[in-house]
């Protein structure tokens, strides 16, 4: 079975630059998360989409980043402008719906590696 | 929401067993308790999930009690390739919107020789 796919791996821009990163969730996964992993710190959700809907987007700086999962399969995410405090790893995430049973899986990729300078 | 309480960091040692310990007091009703681990350049990685009692599978073993406030999550024979950072979950299903995955800051293990 594929995992998440992400692209790019890495990605350097200049401060106000934007970048857009994208991801590719398993066939069939319902539930799509995008995280922030900041160096020495645990992920940070950013946006959690469940096909093409946003539930959770609390914690998105929704004056620079803005994510979107058209047909609620492929998900991109973008940053415009970057800060220097953007530099991270962003991870994207996804899970198969839940069925019968209250809890599931969730399934990472490997993140693209941004650095803002 | 549920938040979660780890050591920061244990060292151990090839062979040995590990337990490493998560608190969660304010945990609900409907919230498994999940564990991830992470290696360096890599996306988290599930272990295991559990919602009481103990729960085994072919790498780890976690351990709830009645109360549900805390786990335990056993390594048993720890090998240097066990070095990784290890995170405690605390999440329910968002009533048709997916699972909420909280990290927090996780338990850096290292294991040496």
């Known amino acids: 079975e594929a995992g998440v796919a992400q692209s790019p791996r890495y990605k350097i821009i200049e401060k106000r630059q934007s970048v857009a990163f994208w991801c590719n969730p398993i066939?069939?996964?319902?539930?799509l998360y995008w995280y922030q992993q900041i160096l020495g710190q645990g992920p940070k959700l950013l946006i959690q989409f469940q096909n093409n809907g946003v539930v959770d987007d609390s914690q998105l700086p929704k004056d620079r980043f803005s994510a979107e999962r058209l047909k609620g399969v492929d998900s991109t995410l973008k940053i415009q402008p970057a800060k220097l405090e953007d530099s991270a790893v962003y991870l994207c995430?996804?899970?198969?719906?839940?069925?019968?049973?209250?809890?599931?899986?969730?399934?990472f990729g490997q993140g693209t590696r941004l650095t803002v300078v | 929401l549920a938040k979660t309480t780890q050591p920061i960091s244990m060292d151990s040692y090839e062979g040995q067993e590990v337990n490493i310990t998560c608190s969660h007091n304010n945990i609900a009703t409907n919230d498994y308790i999940t564990w991830y681990q992470q290696f360096p350049s890599q996306g988290p990685r599930f272990i295991i999930q559990?919602?009481?009692t103990k729960v085994t599978n072919e790498v780890a073993s976690l351990f709830i009690p009645a109360d549900r406030k805390s786990s335990t999550l056993s390594l048993p024979r720890v090998s240097l390739s066990d070095t990784a950072v290890y995170y405690c979950l605390v999440g329910g299903d968002l009533t048709g919107g997916g699972n909420k995955l909280t990290f927090g800051t996780g338990t850096q293990l290292k294991v040496e020789l």
């Open positions: 559990g919602y009481k």
């Open positions: 995430a996804s899970s198969p719906p839940a069925g019968r049973r209250l809890n599931t899986e969730a399934f």
């Open positions: 066939s069939g996964h319902a539930t």
